[in-house]
């Protein structure tokens, strides 16, 4: 199986910082990695897949970077809406998802 | 308009068996490429990926699970079945089916529906 590490666990900012998260593979998945918001009692919500790709509708201050085994999503100007949840998803060989980044206000 | 809906029991007796139905619309599981899956979430811990079934029929599901999964489709009804044996208290969970198109992200879920296992 591959596993999917998150970092951080949880992540402290305000409104208007820039927020990076970080997704490391187990083993190389090449670009198929999406990541999902989720807020509280809802469905989560694509964000990016294929590593980069920007989902139709996705504000284009979520974007997402790398490839093999370490991935990005960066959010570059923290809003209200942004705290959440994010999560990770590999979908390569079946698919795992990441243990989650909860994002809070500080 | 991709839609999505989960229905199932709410509570189920440990050793029992679990069957959820995923009724979709603007969509056709015959159509290629897609696919739908199902993912739970236990409360308040992350999602895990369960299983999912393609238009061609194609199943796949996660290997720690496998043993105790089914899933299937029925075209015409625009349904897809996931059936769980052996329930546990720690398959408590709400759990979601989702669509994807060429083994892709999932890009429309359902609202979820909760689980609870217990005596």
């Known amino acids: 199986d591959i596993q999917m590490t998150q970092s951080p666990s949880t992540l402290s900012a305000s409104v208007g910082d820039r927020v990076t998260i970080t997704c490391r593979a187990s083993?190389?998945?090449?670009?198929?990695l999406a990541w999902y918001q989720q807020k509280p009692g809802k469905a989560p919500n694509i964000l990016i897949y294929k590593a980069s790709s920007l989902e139709s509708g996705v504000p284009s201050r979520f974007s997402g970077s790398g490839s093999g085994t370490e991935f990005t999503l960066t959010i570059s100007s923290l809003q209200p809406d942004d705290f959440a949840t994010y999560y990770c998803?590999?979908?390569?060989?079946?698919?795992?998802f990441g243990q989650g980044t909860k994002v809070e206000s500080k | 308009q991709i839609t999505l809906k989960e229905s199932g029991p709410t509570l189920v007796k440990p050793t029992q068996t679990l069957t959820l139905t995923c009724t979709f619309s603007?969509?056709?599981?015959?159509?290629?490429?897609?696919?739908v899956g199902w993912i739970r979430q236990p409360p308040g811990k992350a999602l895990e990926w369960l299983a999912i079934?393609?238009?061609?029929?194609?199943?796949r599901y996660s290997p720690s699970l496998k043993s105790r999964l089914t899933i299937t489709k029925d075209t015409s009804k625009n349904q897809v079945v996931l059936t769980m044996t052996n329930m546990d208290p720690v398959d408590t969970a709400t759990y979601y089916c989702a669509h994807e198109i060429y083994d892709s992200a999932f890009d429309f879920w359902g609202q979820g529906t909760m689980v609870t296992v217990s005596s």
């Open positions: 079934i393609s238009w061609d029929d194609n199943k």
């Open positions: 083993q190389s998945i090449s670009n198929w």
């Open positions: 603007g969509f056709s599981l015959s159509t290629s490429g897609v696919g």
């Open positions: 998803q590999q979908y390569n060989s079946y698919s795992t």
